[in-house]
């Protein structure tokens, strides 16, 4: 009699279990039972969440939202102040925790809110929404210990957001007239993005006619700027010339999108020997022309036929 009894309690309890489970679960219908995203962070989703009482009994449902993991299994989300909303799904999700009356065959519908959090780490997060009987959260919780209940599925991948965006702070010449070489050029890059960038890229010189004749090459040695951070670069210029000059600023940067920023100075170079010269030159041509003009204007002064002075500094205009 023992061996027949227990050989019901292990071949048709589980059956009978099974069928029960089933149908607890069956009597409400929830659509959708599974939504799977992929979202940025900060990025809303919203949705209409279809519930069905298939009863003809009243029933009462408290929904409850919980994060999953593989490792942990149920994790209880006990609120947005106590989740890190970085990881967490559950904060992620909006929907009514009150209690949800549904009449015999009635149907309601509720709506449903995915707001990835701001700072939501790249990955993939799980929740579950479940939908157990009870007129409160103890009442609810207790229930799904039972497992008689419908439930939603959350998967949600956070992709990663690549933002490469450097920013010319500043692109200077130290001085605007050079006596001496070099000429000093100060560049300050920001990076505004998510992810180190690498400038590439050079200073081209022109001269006066507009013809490059040199240039200077940005960051040789491939050092990376991490993001919020600032790099400056001092770069000389040196060669003989005389004049004035254009720095052509030309950067490359960006693994994933390739982007440019440019920019230009003006600058003179004048030499202090080449100045001397000049200075030497301009008062050789102001003396001489003093002189020219002088000469030319004592020359037609005497042309003009007036009589010479008397000795007293009379003019004698008998003699005219």
Same mark, same amino acid.
């Given at each position: ?7 019901f ?95 015999? !065959?009635?149907? %309601?519908?509720?709506?449903? #809110?995915?707001?990835?959090? &701001?700072?939501?780490?790249? $990955?993939?997060?799980?929740? /579950? ?22 439930e ?34 100060n560049l ?8 180190d ?13 507009g ?24 770069? !000389?210029?040196? %060669?003989?010339?005389?004049? #004035?000059?254009?720095?052509? &600023?030309?950067?490359?940067? $960006?693994?994933?999108?390739? /982007? ?54 009379i ?6």
């Amino acid at each position: 009699m023992r061996l027949i009894f227990l050989l019901f309690f292990i071949f048709i309890t589980p059956v009978c279990f099974v069928a029960a489970q089933e149908e607890a679960a069956g009597f409400i219908e929830v659509e959708p039972r599974i939504i799977d995203e992929k979202l940025k962070a900060s990025e809303i989703r919203n949705y209409t969440v279809t519930i069905k009482n298939n009863t003809d009994r009243k029933v009462q449902m408290y929904p409850m939202v919980d994060d999953f993991t593989a490792k942990e299994g149920i994790r209880e989300y006990h609120g947005p102040g106590q989740a890190d909303k970085s990881v967490s799904a559950a904060s992620w999700i909006t929907l009514s925790r009150g209690v949800v009356d549904l009449m015999p !065959n009635e149907e %309601k519908q509720l709506p449903l #809110k995915l707001q990835v959090s &701001l700072f939501a780490k790249p $990955g993939k997060y799980y929740a /579950r929404i479940a939908f157990p009987e009870g007129g409160n959260r103890s009442l609810a919780k207790l229930n799904m210990n039972t497992k008689n209940y419908s439930e939603i599925t959350v998967n949600i991948e956070v992709e990663e957001e690549i933002v490469e965006k450097a920013q010319i702070m500043e692109f200077k010449s130290l001085k605007n007239i050079y006596l001496k070489f070099p000429a000093v050029f100060n560049l300050i890059l920001r990076n505004f993005g998510n992810r180190d960038v690498v400038p590439n890229g050079n200073i081209y010189i022109y001269n006066r006619r507009g013809q490059e004749i040199d240039k200077i090459a940005i960051n040789s040695s491939q050092e990376s700027i991490a993001p919020d951070q600032e790099k400056s670069y001092d770069l !000389n210029w040196g %060669k003989s010339g005389f004049g #004035k000059y254009k720095a052509k &600023l030309e950067i490359e940067y $960006g693994e994933f999108d390739k /982007r440019d920023l440019q920019d230009t100075v003006y600058f003179w170079v004048l030499p202090l020997s080449y100045l001397v010269v000049f200075i030497v030159g301009m008062l050789i041509i102001i003396v001489l022309s003093t002189v020219f003009l002088f000469r030319k204007t004592y020359k037609s002064h005497h042309n003009a036929g007036i009589p010479p002075a008397t000795g007293n500094g009379i003019l004698d205009l008998k003699k005219k």
